[in-house]
Nanobody, 114 residues
Framework: VQLQASGGGSVQPGGSLRLSCTTSIGWSRINFMGWFRQAPRKQREAVAIISHRETTNVADSVKGRFTVSRDNAKNTMYLQMSGLKPEDTAVYYC?????????WGQGTLVTVSS
């Protein structure tokens, strides 16, 4: 199982970015897919999750600013981020949960700074 995350970059506060995570397997084998982030000197935390049935859940810290979605045909999950704040600066990771186990993609760095 492979995951490829992309879309990170540097933006000013208030800006927007869209992260993408493409998997090598389809949704028929995935229970959950999610975005996590890890800021310097902090623990990794869950940001947003989307289930097999497309139920979504986002962390309180990003609610109203971040939206998670997916494109089944492309085996891709997205994280649309708007109203970015300096505290959103982190390495963002995608993760999938299957019956066979949990898999992580490489991180993509998001930097929010003026």
């Amino acid at each position: 199982v492979q995951l490829q995350a992309s879309g990170g970059g540097s933006v000013q506060p208030g800006g927007s970015l869209r992260l993408s995570c493409t998997t090598s397997i389809g949704w028929s084998r995935i229970n959950f897919m999610g975005w996590f982030r890890q800021a310097p000197r902090k623990q990794r935390e869950a940001v947003a999750i989307i289930s097999h049935r497309e139920t979504t859940n986002v962390a309180d810290s990003v609610k109203g600013r971040f939206t998670v979605s997916r494109d089944n045909a492309k085996n891709t999950m997205y994280l649309q981020m708007s109203g970015l704040k300096p505290e959103d600066t982190a390495v963002y990771y995608c993760n999938i949960q299957t019956l066979q186990g949990s898999y992580w993609g490489q991180g993509t760095l998001v930097t929010v700074s003026s």
